[in-house]
């Protein structure tokens, strides 16, 4: 697109501190990829960039407009695009500062884990809004008393109303304690000494102690069984980022940032940006006051005014031209930002779209009841669903319940529907995604759980996190379910250790594709009774560059490669073949050696064959894994620091393999007194893995075997559906009558070139998007094929329609009874201008409850600035 000067300056923004005022509609998308084109262009490189996004569905827009515009852009991949949460999930896990093996856990299994140690019914707690919110308050209130203990500035901390001043103030003096934080900090830590205590406490105080007790025992929970909920995310790294040296590699790490609906974020989410942002970087804040309406997640109605004194007057941008809307429509949003809002006149946007407005474009009306209002709201739909093949309808409304009766009303029309359970929170969707993430990393505890209880093997939830978290204290994978009798990876080689010779081998290559890349370096032990009888050492000519850095260290291998002779391809592994023909053959992370292997001699070597040779093999980092199961870090260089063992991690192959060596004769010793254990587990749970087995083992291993097969097509999508199909046959899934639209987005939004031609590369790129995904992120996609949507209001942020109607605007729900009323007014701001063509807003004058009781409703007050126009 053509930009404007306003626009311009903001793209070639360079230096400093800028904040940009973007209503709806001004083309924000389009600038913030413009300028990632630009940055790139001027020398910025992309490990120094981020894009802060607030949803996935935003963060898929961006990156999408910039792979269009830089689709060979060397380096592409190392530009994070995304939300904080995203953000920091990804410097915990690459910088070890959380273990390997941790979860990230969703609400759902949050609340889950809660219904557990009330002893509740989770499934009734699931379905009950009531029951969620309730939940959600404690699990706010955990989070909030572990900022208190680690002394967290006032202004950083979220959720403050977990913890009723009223009632904390009774509990302090009842039990003659200072009305201090750190008192508050004696309860939550001892809460279940002061319930056992005889003092009379009114039922809040009381109510308020069981919750302190509830929250400790969620924190220990997910402590004892390594997990991290969304909010752990955050606290994790400000924690560590605080505790780090100024000059660390971990702080001040970028120098050009940009910050996407900066409202939106709390001051948490902004200190942990400050933190990874150099002294001198480029950063630059976008949002709209007139859109903030996430203060339950703790965002700030000041944020913005903050933003703008520290960038400074000269550093304040705001985008006056909107793109979308014709005149008579942004003369309503101006109007109600002006009137309702406060927002100077001077801020506003204008449009050089002068589309004449026709009857019908602005629209108010009114039934008598709310019964009324439904079936006028499904026959407005219907007239426009026909007169306007091309364009899109969205009823907005405030709650579930209104999205529900709506939907109801309109058999006859296809919708898509985003309101109530998510599509991905659903228990079989959730089963089907962690079908998916338990082939992607075998060691992911929640997923299991998940299948235990969804493939029936346990009738919760709660049985089937103790049954994955029994196989794992005992070095058990529940692969070993699906693989052996009576037996365990563990026990396996255990008993080949004793039994055969192991070569213990590592290559060293141009490149990670175990597909693309050459095997230039093979070496190799044989290993008899813990000891080396033989050795292996070859290089191997290939065409292909040898990467001259890795990281950010000189490759060793470059001026090691150049002083050896070299053989021809089929000729080392041949050399290797018979080197290590008859033995068990071990290495670290040998998946990634195997395949590459498999796939050279396929290319170099086709009579020869690693599956063929070896129908199986070892992999140290599988077993330490297993046997050390905390560890922050599992790569070969921190093992032999972390365990104190011989041997150097030099990325030399011949180096590498002595050092896997010291760490398989460790496992040996580890291992060797947990076999009898092992195999007195497996008896005694003989009947729920003999289930387990029975429904799942097929399926599991049919995907495991494809995931290093090179085809063209949608592997992931075609993965997910085979387990469905597999799944709806045993009975273990209903009917999902949405799934298509996640096959859809799967195949025309989320796989790309890039993505690879094996089922292993796609669940590599975007396993992490999928298991985050929720409904509204489908809206806006082109794998969307429906026209109509009906939307809450919260879900609808960041999409458009080319006509809204807006459903019961009435007082009560706009504002609501229980809401601010500055924050409803920008929340129906939201609702009005999610149009871009026609915008109904419809109410009635009596509400009608299934009860029969009658009362009056009156049209929003917000509509009093603005009803002048419809």
């Known amino acids: 697109m053509e930009f404007n000067k306003e626009q311009l300056e903001v793209i070639q923004s360079d230096g400093g501190y800028h904040l940009v005022l973007a209503p709806p509609g001004c083309g924000k998308t389009a600038v913030l990829a413009e300028r990632i084109v630009w940055a790139y262009r001027q020398g910025v490189p992309f490990s120094s960039m981020a894009c802060l996004t607030f949803t996935n569905r935003a963060s898929r827009g961006m990156r999408d407009r910039i792979w269009q515009r830089l689709p060979n852009a060397e380096g592409l991949d190392l530009l994070f695009v995304g939300n904080v949460h995203r953000f920091c999930s990804q410097f915990l896990y690459r910088n070890g500062v959380v273990a390997?093996?941790?979860?990230?856990?969703?609400?759902?299994?949050?609340?889950?884990?809660?219904?557990?140690?009330?002893?509740?019914?989770?499934?009734?707690?699931?379905?009950?809004?009531?029951?969620?919110?309730?939940?959600?308050?404690?699990?706010?209130?955990?989070?909030?008393?572990?900022?208190?203990?680690?002394?967290?500035?006032?202004?950083?901390?979220?959720?403050?109303?977990?913890?009723?001043?009223l009632q904390l103030k009774e509990l302090c003096v009842a039990f003659k304690l200072e009305y201090n934080q750190q008192s508050a900090i004696e309860l939550y830590r001892h809460a279940d000494f002061y319930l056992s205590q005889d003092v009379i406490l009114s039922r809040e105080a009381r109510e308020i102690l069981k919750a302190l007790e509830t929250a400790r025992q969620y924190e220990q929970y997910k402590k004892k069984n390594d997990l991290l909920d969304f909010e752990d995310l955050l606290l994790n790294t400000y924690e560590f980022l605080c505790d780090s040296a100024p000059d660390s590699p971990y702080r001040n790490s970028y120098t050009w940032l940009q910050i996407d609906e900066v409202q939106d974020l709390n001051p948490l989410q902004l200190a942990i940006i400050d933190l990874f942002t150099a002294p001198h970087a480029t950063v630059v804040y976008l949002g709209d006051a007139q859109q903030a309406i996430f203060s339950f997640m703790g965002a700030k109605t000041n944020t913005l005014e903050m933003l703008r004194e520290r960038c400074g007057e000269g550093q304040f941008h705001n985008f006056f031209q909107n793109y979308r809307s014709p005149k008579y429509l942004l003369d309503v949003f101006n109007e109600y930002g002006q009137k309702q809002l406060n927002i100077s006149a001077d801020l506003l946007p204008t449009t050089t779209n002068l589309q004449e407005k026709h009857r019908g474009d602005l629209v108010l009306a009114d039934s008598d009841t709310n019964i009324d209002e439904v079936n006028l709201v499904a026959r407005m739909v219907r007239r426009l669903y026909e007169a306007y093949s091309e364009e899109t309808t969205a009823v907005v409304v405030t709650f579930n319940s209104d999205a529900d009766e709506v939907s109801a009303a309109l058999p006859d029309i296809p919708h898509f529907k985003v309101s109530g359970t998510d599509l991905f929170s659903t228990p079989d969707v959730r089963l089907l995604l962690a079908h998916l993430s338990v082939v992607a990393m075998e060691q992911n505890f929640i997923a299991w759980s998940i299948l235990f209880r969804g493939l029936r093997v346990y009738s919760s939830q709660s049985a089937a996190r103790q049954f994955a978290r029994a196989l794992m204290d005992k070095a058990i994978s529940p692969v070993d379910l699906l693989t052996y009798d009576d037996s365990t990876y563990v026990a396996e080689f255990v008993k080949a250790y004793g039994q055969s010779d192991f070569v213990v081998f590592d290559t060293e290559t141009t490149g990670l594709s175990v597909f693309d890349d050459d095997v230039v370096q093979i070496a190799a032990v044989r290993v008899r009774d813990g000891k080396v009888v033989d050795e292996l050492n070859l290089f191997i000519e290939t065409s292909r560059p040898i990467p001259e850095m890795l990281g950010e260290v000189p490759n060793p291998l470059i001026e090691e490669y150049a002083h050896q002779p070299h053989l021809a391809p089929d000729e080392a592994f041949r050399q290797f073949v018979e080197f290590a023909r008859d033995a068990e053959i071990l290495g670290h992370n040998a998946t990634y050696d195997y395949q590459i292997m498999e796939h050279n001699m396929q290319r170099y070597a086709p009579s020869l064959s690693m599956k063929r040779l070896w129908s199986r093999y070892f992999d140290s980092l599988k077993l330490i894994r297993l046997l050390k199961p905390r560890l922050r870090s599992y790569k070969l260089k921190s093992l032999l620091e972390t365990l104190g063992l011989e041997g150097q991690n030099s990325h030399l192959a011949n180096d590498d393999i002595m050092a896997t060596l010291s760490l398989v004769n460790f496992c040996y010793d580890e291992a060797c007194p947990l076999i009898d254990e092992q195999l007195k587990f497996l008896g005694s749970h003989r009947h729920p893995i003999d289930n387990f087995r029975r429904v799942y083992q097929h399926l599991y291993l049919s995907t495991v075997e494809q995931l290093y097969q090179q085809q063209e097509g949608p592997l992931l999508s075609m993965a997910l559906q085979q387990a469905y199909h597999v799944l709806r046959e045993e009975q273990r899934v209903g009917d999902i009558p949405k799934l298509n639209y996640i096959l859809r987005y799967i195949e025309i939004d989320m796989l790309t070139p890039q993505s690879g031609h094996s089922l292993a590369e796609q669940l590599s790129a975007h396993m992490a998007d999928l298991s985050t995904l929720k409904e509204a992120d489908l809206c806006g996609s082109s794998s969307i094929t429906d026209r109509v949507f009906i939307s809450t209001v919260h879900k609808a942020k960041g999409l458009e329609f080319d006509n809204v109607i807006v459903f019961d605007a009435v007082d009560g729900k706009y504002p609501s009874t229980y809401g601010d009323e500055n924050e409803e007014a920008r929340k129906f701001y939201v609702a009005i201008s999610r149009a871009r063509q026609r915008l109904v807003i419809t109410f009635c004058h009596n509400a009608v409850t299934p009860w029969g009781r009658w009362y009056t409703k009156q049209l929003t007050p917000f509509m009093d600035s603005i009803k002048k126009f419809f």
């Open 100 to 165: 390997e093996q941790t979860t990230v856990i969703d609400t759902d299994t949050v609340f889950s884990i809660i219904a557990d140690i009330l002893g509740e019914d989770e499934l009734v707690v699931l379905g009950d809004n009531k029951h969620r919110q309730r939940y959600s308050q404690l699990m706010n209130l955990q989070h909030l008393m572990h900022q208190c203990e680690h002394h967290y500035e006032g202004t950083l901390m979220v959720h403050r109303d977990a913890l009723p001043p």
